[in-house]
């Protein structure tokens, strides 16, 4: 018997967002217990965070809720996933959820959203996995983001290739089908040999465009 996917939920912990969030976070929830797979996700009960893990609690899924101990009343700790783990911080909380997800899917949310896909963006630019990430732009939410995003690539402070590593999908069975069908990329170096070469042969450590 193959092991279910786990599959890591960003979202916002708000519950003041408009209901067209909601709407996508619940068909998500439902779709992914549908199809057998397992929420791994911040723990708590209010916002996206709990219409995702509630719907995949009322459609017969499994939930792994990851929750510190000092956000445990604020985000409402979810006692009714199948697994709740209290940890001592943030850190750790993010590091037992990438541990323990085969894929990444992102809601829209806010700081903390961010920050947990990129540093799971930037462990696969780097080659520390070879995961799918996929970014659920509803309503349009992250689309500054990206544009955002596509400056760094014009600009060179991102390598085109490195943006094909974060799928964009517009609907929850976009998302999921695209971790079903996955196939890990080819690991493109940060730095690539030619520029490694370049520094080597300048050798005087100087930086292009610092004088």
Same mark, same amino acid.
């Given at each position: 018997?193959?092991?279910?996917?786990?599959?890591?939920? =960003?979202?916002?912990?708000?519950?003041?967002?408009?209901?067209?969030?909601?709407?996508?976070?619940? $068909?998500?929830?439902?779709?992914?217990?549908?199809?057998?797979?397992?929420?791994?996700?911040?723990?708590?009960?209010? +916002?996206?965070?709990?219409?995702?893990?509630?719907?995949?609690?009322?459609? +017969?899924?499994?939930?792994? +809720?990851?929750?510190?101990?000092?956000?445990?009343?604020?985000?409402?700790?979810?006692?009714?996933? +199948?697994?709740?783990?209290? %940890?001592?911080?943030?850190?750790?909380?993010?590091?037992?959820?990438?541990?323990?997800?085969?894929?990444?899917? %992102?809601?829209?949310?806010?700081?903390?959203?961010?920050?947990?896909?990129?540093?799971?963006?930037?462990?696969?630019?780097?080659?520390?996995?070879?995961?799918?990430?996929?970014?659920?732009?509803?309503?349009?939410? =992250?689309?500054?983001?990206?544009?955002?995003?596509?400056?760094?690539?014009?600009?060179?402070?991102?390598?085109?290739?490195?943006?094909?590593?974060?799928?964009?999908?517009?609907?929850?069975? $976009?998302?999921?089908?695209?971790?079903?069908?996955?196939?890990?990329?080819?690991?493109?170096?940060?730095? %690539?040999?030619?520029?490694?070469?370049?520094?080597?042969?300048?050798?005087?450590? $100087?930086?292009?465009?610092? $004088?």
């Amino acid at each position: 018997m193959h092991k279910p996917i786990h599959i890591a939920v =960003y979202c916002a912990s708000s519950n003041s967002i408009a209901p067209k969030y909601f709407e996508v976070a619940t $068909e998500l929830g439902e779709m992914m217990a549908k199809r057998g797979t397992v929420l791994v996700y911040g723990g708590g009960r209010i +916002g996206l965070m709990g219409a995702v893990s509630q719907a995949v609690v009322k459609n +017969g899924g499994s939930v792994i +809720g990851v929750i510190p101990y000092f956000l445990e009343r604020i985000e409402i700790g979810n006692h009714d996933a +199948g697994e709740l783990i209290l %940890t001592d911080g943030m850190r750790e909380r993010k590091a037992i959820m990438e541990e323990r997800a085969d894929a990444f899917i %992102t809601l829209p949310g806010g700081f903390g959203t961010l920050e947990e896909i990129f540093e799971i963006l930037t462990g696969g630019q780097l080659g520390v996995h070879q995961k799918p990430m996929v970014l659920v732009n509803t309503n349009g939410y =992250y689309n500054h983001l990206l544009a955002q995003l596509q400056l760094g690539v014009e600009e060179h402070f991102i390598k085109a290739v490195h943006m094909d590593l974060l799928h964009v999908a517009n609907t929850p069975q $976009e998302a999921l089908d695209y971790i079903f069908n996955y196939q890990p990329h080819q690991h493109i170096d940060k730095v %690539t040999e030619d520029e490694l070469k370049s520094l080597k042969k300048n050798g005087n450590g $100087e930086v292009p465009g610092s $004088e």
